[in-house]
C-alpha cells in the first residue's frame, strides 16, 4: 500500500472541479487503489476521501467513521430527508471549516469491491460524510453548501 498526494484547492482547483467517470470494471487495480485510498485517508486523519482527491477521476469514495469503513465505487444517494447543520473541512482545504447544511437521513446504493451491490442507510456523521465525499464526483466542493465560515 502506499500514502498518495492529496490534491489541493489551492494548488489544483481546477482538477478537482472535474467530474468523475464511472467504474465499469472492477480490477486488481482497482483494490490498489482503494487500498491506497483508505490508507492516505487514515495518514491524513479524515473520514472520507474520493479518488479525485488523489487524482483519479473514476467514482470511487472511501469513508470510515465510528460505524466501519466503506468501501463505494459508483454510488449513488437513492433517498434524503431530515436536516442538520454542522462543521464541515476537506482534506483537500486543509486548516478551513465551515457550517454545512446538511440532510440528516442519507441512503445510498453503491458497488463493493468484489462487484456486489450494496446499500447504507445513514445518519448523522455518516450520512453528511456520503454527501460531502458524493458532491466530489461531481467536482463540488462543500465550500460550495456553507452557509457560515468558522473564523479562527
Ligand atoms: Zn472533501
Wanted: proline share 3%; charged share 30%.
Amino acid at each position: 500500500m502506499a500514502i498518495l498526494k492529496i490534491v489541493k484547492r489551492e494548488t489544483d482547483e481546477a482538477f478537482l472541479r472535474k467530474k468523475s467517470r464511472p467504474v465499469d470494471e472492477i480490477t486488481p487495480r482497482t483494490h490498489t487503489l482503494i487500498d491506497d485510498m483508505i490508507q492516505t485517508m487514515r495518514h491524513a486523519n479524515g473520514c472520507g476521501l474520493a479518488a479525485v482527491q488523489v487524482g483519479v477521476l473514476r467514482r470511487i469514495v472511501v469513508i470510515e467513521t465510528d460505524e466501519g469503513l466503506f468501501e463505494l465505487i459508483n454510488p449513488r444517494i437513492i433517498a434524503m430527508s431530515g436536516c442538520q447543520e454542522s462543521e464541515e473541512g476537506c482534506l483537500s482545504l486543509p486548516g478551513e471549516w465551515g457550517i454545512t447544511r446538511r440532510p440528516m437521513y442519507v441512503t445510498a446504493r453503491a458497488l463493493n469491491r468484489y462487484g456486489e451491490e450494496i446499500e447504507i442507510i445513514a445518519e448523522g456523521l455518516l450520512a453528511k460524510a456520503i454527501c460531502h465525499e458524493l458532491d466530489h464526483l461531481d467536482g463540488i466542493l462543500y465550500t460550495d453548501k456553507i452557509i457560515r465560515k468558522i473564523e479562527e
